[in-house]
């Protein structure tokens, strides 16, 4: 078991390296939002395989805060985004 979460933090290691690189030189700012948004989505994996190897539950309240925070900040960019083309379509 020690081996498999060993893996999955490395994995997640290098998807975070990736991540942060996405969002420092992603070329739109929704490039950035949706790199920032896997970010999160990262983090909350992280502190669920910390949470298996310490075996407790003490990181459950916050994996509900990031989750839900991940879940705001995805509606409100793509209602953001949503809104801009509309904006656009319409002037034309």
Same mark, same amino acid.
Request: glycine share 6%; net charge negative.
């Given at each position: 078991?020690?081996?498999?979460?060993?893996?999955?933090?490395?994995?997640?290691?290098?998807?975070?390296?990736?991540?942060?690189?996405?969002?420092?030189?992603?070329?739109?700012?929704?490039?950035?939002?949706?790199?920032?948004?896997? !970010?999160?989505?990262?983090?909350?994996?992280?502190?669920?395989?910390?949470?298996?190897?310490?075996?407790?539950? !003490?990181?459950?309240?916050?994996?509900?805060?990031?989750?839900?925070?991940? !879940?705001?900040?995805?509606?409100?960019?793509?209602? !953001?985004?949503?809104?801009?083309?509309?904006?656009?379509?319409?002037?034309?």
């Amino acid at each position: 078991m020690s081996i498999v979460l060993a893996i999955s933090v490395a994995m997640l290691a290098v998807a975070a390296v990736a991540t942060v690189a996405r969002m420092t030189i992603g070329p739109t700012m929704l490039d950035r939002a949706v790199a920032l948004d896997v !970010f999160v989505a990262i983090a909350i994996c992280g502190l669920a395989i910390e949470a298996a190897i310490n075996r407790h539950t !003490f990181t459950v309240p916050i994996l509900l805060v990031l989750t839900l925070l991940g !879940f705001v900040g995805s509606v409100s960019v793509a209602r !953001f985004t949503k809104g801009s083309d509309d904006i656009e379509a319409e002037r034309s």
